[in-house]
């Protein structure tokens, strides 16, 4: 009896079929092997995070565990975006829980990452604004006083 060879590389532990080959995101880009979010790189969470890696690429290389995990995460994105949006209008941090949810889809599904991307560059931006602002604010006052004095 001859076994088809996708079957023989699965039973192998190696899969050649197409979606060893396809992906969502171009290469070195996906969040999980991205530049940015190396296992050994310094900062909080790199151990989370090196044992997040690991578990990702192991669901990668079994077929059957992605279209599940994707929907499990799905659903946990969806899931705290609606709590977000809930929390919106009470006092207390609704879009950073709206914005968290985003990141979660972000992890697999590239509309989302780009998504977070945006957010974060905007939110880089504002940062950077206010800080200039904050800086002119404190060296007019610091410079009203000197010229009184």
């Known amino acids: 009896m001859t076994i088809p060879a996708g079957v023989a590389a699965v039973r192998k532990g190696f899969y050649a ?43 990668h290389r079994h077929p059957r ?23 919106v209008p009470l006092p207390g941090p609704g879009w950073l829980i709206v914005f968290v949810g985003v990141a979660v889809l972000g992890t697999e599904f590239p509309a989302a990452h780009r998504i977070t991307l945006s957010v974060r560059r905007v939110a880089h931006r504002v940062r950077q604004w206010w800080r200039a602002r904050r800086d002119r604010q404190g060296a007019r006052s610091s410079g009203a006083g000197v010229e009184a004095a």
């Not at 995070?49 to 690991?54: A, D, F, H, N, S």
């Not at 565990?65 to 949006?85: H, K, M």
């Open 65 to 87: 565990l992605r279209t599940p995990y994707r929907f499990l995460v799905g659903a946990a994105g969806l899931a705290v975006i609606v709590i977000g949006l809930i929390l």
């Open 17 to 59: 079929g197409p979606m060893a080959t396809t992906s969502s995101y171009p290469p070195g880009t996906h969040p999980a092997t991205g530049p940015d979010s190396l296992p050994g790189a310094p900062g909080p969470g790199a151990r989370l995070r090196q044992l997040l890696t690991r578990t990702r690429a192991w669901i």
